[in-house]
């Protein structure tokens, strides 16, 4: 367990000065800044450094909103936005694993009682096909959806960008939800077939059968 969360610091370390590297020589590049990587490298490992010690002292930096190609100078503590964005983020999760839970179980209990091949091997790749899509794509899948639908009918579904508490959360929903409706699915197909095999659910059958 210890390697593991050292190799994880690693990795977190690794991927935070690479991030500073990339934005420091995209920001120089638009600004025709430019200079060796080595001096970048070097400078840019720096501000990691900085970062990292003022996250050990609580200090999470500022907040710039994105102006065109640049940022505002003036920023908010993100920690004052920490409190609302792990409110949205909380209440998003909750939302997509009750939507996971009731459509892949409802999905998983009808194609069991249906007791077809052909219902099983849809399930399957039902499966395979929402644990495999990644999340992103999905939600730029849904995206280009519904601005195809608002082209062709000139009528809006749902927003495709924002959030609020009203048709926004459809599209962030739906998915977060899709991984857990394809795994629910599955583990209530199987669990739901194997009751239905029991001798006890084909005796009531037989009983059933002949009353």
């Known amino acids: 367990m210890l390697r593991r969360v050292l190799s994880g610091i ?7 000065y690479v991030s500073f590297l990339t934005q420091g020589l995209a920001m120089r590049s638009r600004s025709n800044q430019l200079a060796p990587v080595g001096e970048v490298a070097s400078q ?11 996250l050990s002292h609580g200090d999470l930096g ?3 909103r994105p102006i065109g190609y640049w940022f505002s100078s003036e920023g908010q503590p993100l920690g004052e936005l920490l409190g609302g964005l792990l409110l949205n983020s909380a ?3 909750v939302l997509a694993m009750i939507l996971g839970g009731l459509i892949g179980g ?11 091949p052909g219902a099983s091997l849809g399930l399957l790749l039902f499966s395979i096909v929402g644990i495999s899509t990644p999340s992103f794509f999905l939600g730029v ?13 000139g009528v809006r579904l749902v927003p495709v960008g924002g959030f609020g508490w009203d048709s926004h959360l459809v599209l962030p929903v739906l998915v977060l939800a899709a991984r857990p409706i394809a795994q629910v699915a599955r583990l209530s197909h199987v669990t739901i077939a194997d ?3 029991d001798d006890y659910v084909r005796t009531a059958r037989a009983w059933a059968g002949q009353g």
């Open 106 to 116: 409802l999905i998983g209990v009808v194609s069991a009682a249906a007791r077809r």
């Open 44 to 54: 840019e490992l720096g501000a990691t450094v900085g970062m990292l010690r003022r």
């Open 10 to 16: 690693a990795v977190l370390l690794c991927v935070t």
């Open 195 to 197: 009751i239905l095999n």
């Open 91 to 93: 209440a998003l999760l």
């Open 62 to 64: 500022l907040y710039k």
């Open 141 to 153: 899948l849904l995206q280009y959806l519904e601005i195809t639908i608002y082209r062709s009918t």
